[in-house]
């Protein structure tokens, strides 16, 4: 057999196709968003799984249909609304993309969902995989997808280092077009639960008996260690309310979101009240909260705390307020 057209050929893309989704059949995680094949669902999940793990959008996204259960409530809706029920979730550009693209579906289409690819490309925060995945997903288009899972298992079938659009074509050579969306969820599923990056489990792999790699390749990007910061807040309690502060609204990142406020060094004493760990990119901060009056130049306001499961609050104010037992997490 031919390394690099080992999956291309068509007997061996046909067998490709029947051993995943038999496997898939078989062993899919159970999913709430694979319980519809609803667009506007469809859509919502798969901008929420842009850059963030399973585990923190099932969190996420039941309360986010629970306020917004439909397109039109979700382009009536408050930005401080849609960015409250996205808190946790971090990159809130997407939130406000997706609502800006909610507005144009609502307003300007009538409530109708594009039913292709090609149509999904124009709305706001819709790139070439989302458009694709949502396409073949929701209205069955016989188009493929490739994300860091698609590329990894590709690459590893194949036996060679592909990119760019000869990625694209391979995945289009092997997408099962009867089945386009679970298709493409299977690629996605084997590359995040057996496929993956560093150890993969070729004994249990479906795709053992095509695979040129079985096993770890190297791969071409060199990963970036992460930095270590240690950061502290002071968590200023008064009445039943706590004292926030706003990010500025014209800064790039969570912009107008609720935070506990900084203080610059950690106080005089002899352990915080708490402490977590949160990472942001390449940073794994060390975040200390001390339980000391807000610095006296900080502006910002007074919450009630039952309000503050409403409030727009950055992903780390809401995880130290639920560790410090201030509220629960929405049921
Ligand atoms: S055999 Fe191993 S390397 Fe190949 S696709 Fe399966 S898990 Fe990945």
Avoid at 13 to 40: G, N, V
Wanted: with cysteine.
């Amino acid at each position: 057999m031919n390394a690099r057209h080992a999956v291309a050929e068509s007997s061996h893309a046909q067998e490709f196709r029947e051993k995943l989704l038999s496997w898939y059949d078989a062993h899919a995680r159970d999913l709430p968003w694979r319980k519809s094949r609803d667009p506007y669902r469809v859509w919502v999940s798969e901008i929420m799984l842009q850059q963030t793990r399973v585990a923190a959008v099932i969190e996420h996204y039941h309360e986010f249909l629970r306020r917004f259960p439909t397109v039109e409530k979700l382009a009536a809706a408050r930005e401080a609304s849609v960015l409250a029920a996205w808190s946790g979730l971090g990159y809130y550009r997407r939130a406000r993309m997706l609502h800006a693209a909610a507005k144009i579906v609502a307003r300007e289409r009538g409530g109708t969902f594009p039913s292709n690819a090609k149509d999904w490309l124009v709305l706001p925060g819709v790139g070439r995989y989302t458009a694709a995945a949502i396409a073949s997903i929701a209205f069955r288009e016989a188009v493929a997808v490739v994300d860091g899972n698609v590329e990894r298992v590709l690459q590893r079938i194949e036996g060679q280092a592909l990119s760019g659009e000869k990625l694209w074509d391979a995945a289009e050579r092997v997408l099962e077009r009867k089945r386009p969306g679970d298709f493409n969820q299977a690629m996605m599923e084997l590359g995040a639960t057996v496929c993956t990056p560093r150890g993969p489990q070729c004994l249990i792999c479906p795709l053992v008996g095509l695979c040129k790699a079985r096993g770890e390749m190297v791969s071409a990007k060199t990963s970036v260690p992460q930095k270590k910061r240690n950061i502290h807040y002071a968590l200023d309690r008064r009445d039943g309310s706590v004292f926030l502060t706003q990010r500025p609204q014209d800064i790039r990142l969570m912009a107008g979101m609720w935070e506990l406020p900084e203080i610059p060094e950690p106080p005089d004493h002899a352990k915080p009240f708490l402490t977590v760990k949160h990472s942001i990119t390449v940073t794994d901060y060390t975040v200390n909260i001390w339980t000391v009056p807000a610095p006296a130049d900080v502006r910002g306001d007074w919450w009630a705390v039952e309000r503050l499961p409403k409030l727009a609050l950055s992903g780390l104010a809401r995880k130290i307020l639920r560790r410090s037992g201030i509220f629960e997490h929405p049921k």
